[in-house]
């Protein structure tokens, strides 16, 4: 679930402060550091994040959205490659009365695109799959609506068996024809009659 604007900037100050080009995932490079350079890393992309996080603003309709959720017993989770800090403020800041769990954020390996983090969240929930299920995850399909803005959330959301839903905003509009998403809101409580009708996969 993507409840904060996108802050697209980030990526370039993370890359800029890494030095490396948009090709190479942050993380992977983080992670393929020597071990004594992965702490520095790490905090520098944190204090990009930190400073990010004052300015966050809650993505439209995102407090309709989960007071529907709410409502209907329908639980929430949150899989990030962000790390803790700006998950807890941007959810004490402006939902504090809503629960997420599990909420998987970049301290759970493999991140995002990978499915494990998804998984995670659906075997929490009683839904896991089978270990045979899991191994064929292409087919796998699991009552799950993974909700996100990148081809990271889309492919993980595949990847594991859940309906994908592309929160579309002016960058990322060319992912809406993706083979990995199957819908897409311009706003989350656009989400709310989707759930109603029925989930059917259609872009809208």
């Not at 994040?49 to 995102?62: D, S, T």
């Not at 929490?124 to 399909?141: D, F, N, R, V």
């Not at 859940?162 to 990995?180: G, I, K, Q, R, Y």
């Amino acid at each position: 679930m993507e409840e904060g604007e996108p802050q697209n900037y980030m990526f370039a100050e993370m890359r800029a402060a890494l030095n490396i080009p948009k090709s190479i995932d942050i993380l992977d490079h983080i992670y393929a550091l020597p071990t004594s350079e992965q702490g520095a890393a790490m905090e520098s992309i944190r204090a990009i994040e930190r400073r990010a996080m004052i300015v966050q603003a809650p993505q439209p309709g995102l407090l309709q959205l989960m007071d529907y959720l709410d409502s209907r017993g329908i639980p929430k989770g949150i899989c990030t490659r962000n790390f803790d800090t700006p998950v807890t403020h941007l959810l004490e800041t402006f939902l504090p009365n809503h629960t997420f769990l599990p909420i998987i954020t970049r301290d759970f390996r493999p991140p995002k695109p990978d499915p494990a983090g998804i998984l995670h969240i659906a075997s929490s929930w009683g839904l896991a799959p089978s270990p045979q299920e899991a191994a064929a995850s292409e087919t796998l399909e699991l009552p799950i609506i993974m909700v996100g803005d990148s081809i990271d959330d889309m492919t993980a959301g595949r990847r594991a068996g859940a309906a994908t839903v592309l929160l579309v905003n002016p960058a990322n509009e060319h992912l809406a024809d993706h083979e990995h998403t199957d819908l897409c809101i311009s706003r989350l409580d656009k989400l709310i009659q989707i759930v109603e009708d029925g989930f059917v996969g259609e872009q809208t």
